[in-house]
T-cell receptor, first 113, second 113 residues
């Protein structure tokens, strides 16, 4: 079945760039997502990328997609302490309303000042 | 995008009892999804709820334990029945309305004692 893998922890200093990596197995994945979960909070959609794109940039966030290697990354520029959270990679094979997301285990980002 | 109101936000329950979690959406949506997030884990899909039909459960989840109602296009409930400490988790509802971004409720943090 489909599987999404992420590294579990990342620790960076404030002001540095953070890169969170994700690999997935489903070659039919159409959309790939990054969600952020702060302590005690729900899931916040950060960004998503369509499978026919290589890169998407949104302010401090850059998403890179290597479809050949089924590798997705999220780069956060100028990381701030407020970026400390769990980041989930997720994918769906279709964009149809009946398809649920499949999540990775999440990467805990710790930002020190 | 749609807004989901999920409640309760948290609860502490005695083992053997049941808890019903509600999700109200501010617009009509076809599909709603229910996820479980066990402590330190990723999100696991429990079931997909389509208005007017029985929910579709994922492997490892059964209707007797997690009955779901979907009486109209803006509302759904998930009941966690005959609870045990292993049911202590965050439960989240989500909607897929056909657009790329899936919206999540704020989650229900359940502790079973």
């Amino acid at each position: 079945g489909e599987d999404v893998e992420q590294s579990l922890f990342l620790s960076v200093r404030e002001g540095d760039s953070s890169v969170i990596n994700c690999t997935y197995t489903d070659s039919s994945s159409t959309y790939l997502y990054w969600y952020k979960q702060e302590p005690g909070a729900g899931l916040q959609l950060l960004t998503y990328i369509f499978s026919n794109m290589d890169m998407k940039q949104d302010q401090r966030l850059t998403v890179l997609l290597n479809k050949k290697d089924k590798h997705l990354s999220l780069r956060i520029a100028d990381t701030q302490t407020g970026d400390s959270a769990i980041y989930f990679c997720a994918e769906t094979p279709t964009v149809g309303a009946g398809t649920a997301l499949i999540f990775g285990k999440g990467t805990t980002l710790s930002v020190s000042s | 995008s749609a807004v989901i109101s999920q409640k309760p936000s948290r609860d502490i329950c005695q083992r053997g009892t049941s808890l019903t979690i509600q999700c109200q959406v501010d617009s009509q949506v076809t599909m709603m999804f229910w996820y479980r997030q066990q402590p330190g884990q990723s999100l696991t899909l429990i079931a997909t709820a389509n208005q007017g039909s029985e929910a579709t459960y994922e492997s490892g989840f059964v209707i007797d334990k997690f009955p779901i109602s979907r009486p109209n296009l803006t509302f759904s409930t998930l009941t966690v029945s005959n609870m045990s400490p292993e049911d202590s988790s965050i439960y989240l509802c989500s909607i897929g309305d056909g657009s790329p971004g899936y919206t999540f409720g704020s989650g229900t943090r359940l502790t079973v004692v």
